[in-house]
């Protein structure tokens, strides 16, 4: 170390306020602009000083205030660059006399491009109070895609994060039930960047829409590169064997063990990992702005879907539910039910074995989520197991054929809840729960009559209310979650009279 660092010791020494703040242990190849984004959160960033041979910053905020809230929240959550901590402190300089100093003109020309792009992107000025403003300054981003209405793949998401800056690592798991990833920039400024414009876009028309927030991880531990998760910079990782990509330390991070380790193949555990051709099919609008949505190749639209490197399971849509209750089941129980999760085409209970049935959804993607909230509940009794049959389709029985009522076509029904794309219910999709969400009630139905049919149908009602702002929808809770799955299949689409048929789906909500 040089004699000359001394003169810098001094700043080691906690001192009072100032806009000027020091910055220790920043690594040799940071760029101005990344320490330049460590301010910007908190307000505008005026001067910076990098001592490159020192590893060492000033950075001079406009106000006194902004450097006293970077200060406090940098002491809580210490900031990474390139993956490396780094120390902020006061500085006892009050401000930063550069002008006649070598790369001032880099320097300034980066100041004025960091801050234009900030300010540019948000329509009100950077108070470190406004919470939209507060990036937790980590270069990786939690993506939650609701409304999985189509397959989202590790190279989709790549590709539209791509247009921020470069995306060094990514790892999808499912976790609750929803598909989630974590995606690793290169620069916190381009996750900044990407959760402003991206968070509540719809990646296709009308579905999976992207819900974005700062992880508190600052990087990622990719150990296998493949459908499931990936490091860009390292191109030498084995494929695994669809193990969880995440090391036990990452786990800690969700509170949660082995949220990735999921019973089926495919994207993430999710939906089948379908390989829209990436080129042809998708189409991004120009950015900056909303996100184009992708256009979905017709191809993939007509069921014609060109599945890469998957078992030919992945196109199967029918389900085989098995350990059915043979003396209390019906197709049409079995219709309303898996109904919550898809349209249901057709249902078959097997002659020779009753407790077995065959379930044909719509899609994959609904034959998927009906597995994943329905195998293992309860049903009259019996814990019912859920699978992808190998049968591509239900077949319906022949002209004459003895069949007993046990093979339905539902293809037609009025009652399904998806044919219309982008419809509120694909929002409003939820593991069974002791608490039913009704709606469609008529004006002149009163709390105890809905009390009443649901008492009256053998139910323990524990709780109800009505929603305050639309009495057309009310909440009631029941004994169990078993009994909320029978009252579903009972009194869904019951006729209450006024030309309304009762609604009913499971809740997230409790009373």
Request: with cysteine; glycine share 6%; hydrophobic share 40%.
């Amino acid at each position: 170390v040089s004699s000359s660092s001394k003169t810098y010791k001094r700043d080691r020494s906690p001192c009072g306020p100032s806009r000027v703040l020091h910055v220790r242990k920043v690594p040799i190849e940071v760029s101005e602009a990344e320490v330049i984004s460590l301010g910007i959160p908190f307000g505008k960033v005026t001067n910076l000083l990098m001592l490159k041979g020192k590893n060492q910053a000033f950075i001079e905020m406009a106000s006194e205030e902004a450097a006293i809230t970077m200060v406090n929240y940098y002491t809580t959550a210490t900031p990474h660059v390139r993956n490396q901590p780094v120390y902020i402190q006061y500085s006892n300089h009050r401000e930063l006399k550069t002008d006649n100093l070598p790369n001032q003109g880099r320097t300034q020309a980066a100041l004025q491009a960091v801050n234009a792009v900030h300010s540019g992107n948000m329509t009100h000025s950077a108070s470190a109070s406004d919470s939209s403003m507060m990036p937790g300054q980590s270069p990786v981003l939690r993506i939650i895609v609701e409304n999985l209405f189509y397959p989202v793949s590790l190279e989709v998401l790549h590709q539209i994060f791509s247009k921020f800056g470069t995306v060094l690592k990514i790892i999808t798991f499912t976790k609750n039930n929803q598909f989630q990833a974590l995606l690793q920039y290169a620069d916190p400024m381009n996750a900044h960047h990407a959760k402003v414009t991206l968070d509540g876009q719809n990646i296709y028309n009308a579905c999976c829409t992207l819900r974005i927030e700062f992880s508190k991880l600052t990087s990622l531990n990719v150990k296998y590169n493949n459908d499931k998760s990936r490091d860009f910079t390292r191109l030498d990782l084995p494929s695994g064997d669809g193990q969880p990509t995440l090391d036990p330390g990452m786990t800690a991070a969700f509170g949660a063990p082995g949220i990735i380790s999921s019973p089926y193949a495919g994207a993430a555990g999710f939906a089948p990992a379908v390989g829209f051709p990436q080129a042809a099919g998708l189409s991004m609008q120009a950015m900056p702005g909303a996100l184009g949505p992708l256009t979905i190749p017709t191809s993939a639209v007509a069921g014609r879907m060109a599945i890469h490197g998957m078992a030919p399971t992945a196109l199967h849509s029918v389900l085989l539910v098995s350990n059915l209750n043979p003396d209390s089941i019906s197709p049409h129980g079995l219709f309303i039910l898996f109904g919550v999760y898809g349209d249901v085409q057709r249902v078959k209970i097997l002659f020779n074995k009753k407790e077995n049935a065959l379930v044909q959804m719509a899609d994959a993607t609904q034959a998927q989520l009906a597995m994943s909230h329905l195998n293992g509940q309860r049903l009259h009794g019996r814990v019912i197991r859920v699978t992808i049959s190998k049968h591509q389709t239900v077949q319906l029985p022949r002209e004459g054929q003895e069949d007993q009522g046990l093979t339905k076509d539902f293809s037609g029904s009025p009652l399904h809840r998806f044919k219309k794309p982008g419809s509120k219910n694909f929002q409003n999709i939820f593991p069974p729960s002791a608490t039913l969400h009704l709606s469609n009630i008529p004006p002149s139905i009163a709390d105890d009559m809905l009390k009443d049919l649901f008492s009256s149908a053998g139910y323990k009602v524990k709780a109800f209310k009505f929603f305050q702002k639309d009495r057309k929808m009310a909440l009631i809770q029941l004994g169990s979650v078993e009994e909320a799955i029978q009252a579903l299949i009972d009194l869904h689409n019951h006729d209450l009279g006024e030309n309304h048929h009762l609604r009913v789906s499971f809740s997230k909500s409790t009373i």
